[in-house]
């Protein structure tokens, strides 16, 4: 299926949303300093949170999540196709990873997913984000609640029958939050393959 030029600009801005460096700006306002040389080099809330502050953390994850549902919102509004509503959602996240702003550098693209889901399937998203709070809760263990979180969101996506395009876009936006992790923590995995030993990989954030 061909989009229109009007569908493929809601997919560019769509990209360009994503990639607004929320995080950069903050702790370049707040510490001048990129948040990329401090604490864990993750341009994302959590990493802000540690190094600047709760209230500024906060700030960065609402952000990042309204980019998503901008996104999502601009191409409903305009009446673009599903599929390019849904498109726009996915390079929304893939802009907040991969940041042209950051010269592709960028978060996990947890909040700006969340920011999606929330706006296109907010009853799915709510269960979800209710059992990762419980993993955390028993936990205490971020990988595993995320994991199971994702898991959680994808499951119910297909058991409450979702449209198609939805259960698609849920399960793209998971594998690419898992790729991006992947790639982000290589070094991790990669030691981890050497030492046989997968602690520190899973404790990565």
């Known amino acids: 299926m061909m989009l229109s030029l009007e569908s493929l600009g809601i997919v560019l801005l ?18 001048g300093k990129d948040i990329r040389s401090v604490g864990n080099r993750n341009p994302g809330a959590g990493n802000v949170s540690r190094e600047v502050g709760r209230l500024f953390g906060v700030l960065v994850f ?68 209710a059992v990762g709070l419980v993993m955390l809760a028993l936990t205490r263990h971020i990988f595993w609640s995320a994991g199971f979180t994702l898991f959680a969101f994808n499951a119910l996506a297909i058991i409450t029958r979702q449209p198609l395009g939805l259960v698609m876009l849920s399960i793209g936006m998971t594998l690419l939050i898992g790729l991006t992790n992947i790639i982000q923590h290589r070094s991790y995995l990669l030691t981890a393959l050497a030492d046989r030993d997968w602690r520190h990989f899973l404790n990565a954030d």
Do not use: C, E
Not at 14 to 31: D, E, I, N, Q
Not at 76 to 84: E, M, S
Not at 93 to 118: D, E, M, Q, R, W
């Open 62 to 129: 609402v952000v990042d999540a309204a980019k998503g549902m901008i996104a999502v919102f601009v191409g409903q509004r305009l009446g673009a196709p599903d599929i390019a509503v849904y498109i726009a959602a996915f390079v929304a996240i893939l802009g907040h990873n991969f940041s042209p702003f950051l010269k592709f550098s960028g978060g996990k693209g947890a909040a700006t997913a969340i920011g999606v889901s929330a706006l296109l399937m907010w009853q799915v998203t709510a269960v979800a984000a």
């Open 14 to 31: 769509g990209y360009l949303l994503g990639g607004f460096p929320t995080a950069y700006l903050v702790s370049k306002w707040r510490l």
